[in-house]
T-cell receptor, first 111, second 112 residues
C-alpha cells in the first residue's frame, strides 16, 4: 500500500464549479498535512497547511482533515482556468521533517 | 526575497561525467532536502539534512552524494552520471519537523 494516495486524474471541472481533490495516507502518527500546486514545468508551491481535524479556509481554498479516517482533501471554490495544475498532497511522517508526497492529481478547469 | 536558489537551471552531461548541483536558502531553515521528479513517479527523496552537520539517505540515494556545507547550503553530487539520472531535481528547505517545505525552481538534468 502506498503511503500517500491520490487519484491521478485528470479531474475536469467547468469554470466556476467546486473542484474536490482527495488524499489518503497510511501512517496514523502523521501530524502535518500540506497541499502543493505545481504548474507544468514549474516547482511545487505551497498553498495550504493543516494540522488539526476539521476545515481550514484560505480564500477560495478549503483543506479538510479527518485523522480517524486518514483522509485529507482540498476544495477549490469558484474554480478558474488559472487553477489548472497538478495538486500534490504531502504528509509529514515525523522523521527529520520528511514529507511523503502523493503522485498528484491533475486538475483541468474548462472555460 | 530569494527563498531557495538552485544552480544551474539546466545541464546536459555525458554518461560518466560528474557534476554538483548547488542549493542555497536564505530563510534560516534548519532542514534541507533533495528530490528528483520523473514522469509518473512523483517526487522522490534522494537525501536530506535535518540540521547542519547531519545528512541521511532518502528513498533513492544510490549514485548520489550530498554535502551540507553550512546552514544555508546543501549540494548534491553525481560522481559518474548515468542516463537513468536524467530527471528534474528539486531542492527544498523547511524550518522544522512539522513545517512545510519550500522548493527551489529546479534543475533540469539530461544525461546522454
Amino acid at each position: 500500500q502506498k503511503e500517500v494516495e491520490q487519484n491521478s486524474g485528470p479531474l475536469s471541472v467547468p469554470e466556476g464549479a467546486i473542484a474536490s481533490l482527495n488524499c489518503t495516507y497510511s501512517d496514523r502518527g502523521s501530524q502535518s498535512f500540506f497541499w502543493y500546486r505545481q504548474y507544468s514545468g514549474k516547482s511545487p508551491e505551497l498553498i495550504m497547511s493543516i494540522y488539526s481535524n476539521g476545515d481550514k479556509e484560505d480564500g477560495r481554498f478549503t483543506a479538510q482533515l479527518n485523522k480517524a479516517s486518514q483522509y485529507v482533501s482540498l476544495l477549490i471554490r469558484d474554480s478558474q482556468p488559472s487553477d489548472s495544475a497538478t495538486y500534490l498532497c504531502a504528509v509529514n511522517i515525523n522523521q527529520g521533517g520528511k514529507l511523503i508526497f502523493g503522485q498528484g492529481t491533475e486538475l483541468s478547469v474548462k472555460p | 526575497n530569494a527563498g531557495v536558489t538552485q544552480t544551474p537551471k539546466f545541464q546536459v552531461l555525458k554518461t560518466g561525467q560528474s557534476m554538483t548541483l548547488q542549493c542555497a536558502q536564505d530563510m534560516n531553515h534548519n532542514s534541507m532536502y533533495w528530490y528528483r521528479q520523473d514522469p509518473g513517479m512523483g517526487l522522490r527523496l534522494i537525501y536530506y539534512s535535518a540540521s547542519e552537520g547531519t545528512t541521511d539517505k532518502g528513498e533513492v540515494p544510490n549514485g548520489y552524494n550530498v554535502s551540507r556545507l553550512n546552514k544555508r547550503e546543501f549540494s548534491l553530487r553525481l560522481e559518474s552520471a548515468a542516463p537513468s539520472q536524467t530527471s528534474v531535481y528539486f531542492c527544498a528547505s523547511s524550518g522544522g519537523r512539522s513545517q512545510p517545505q519550500h522548493f527551489g525552481d529546479g534543475t533540469r538534468l539530461s544525461i546522454l
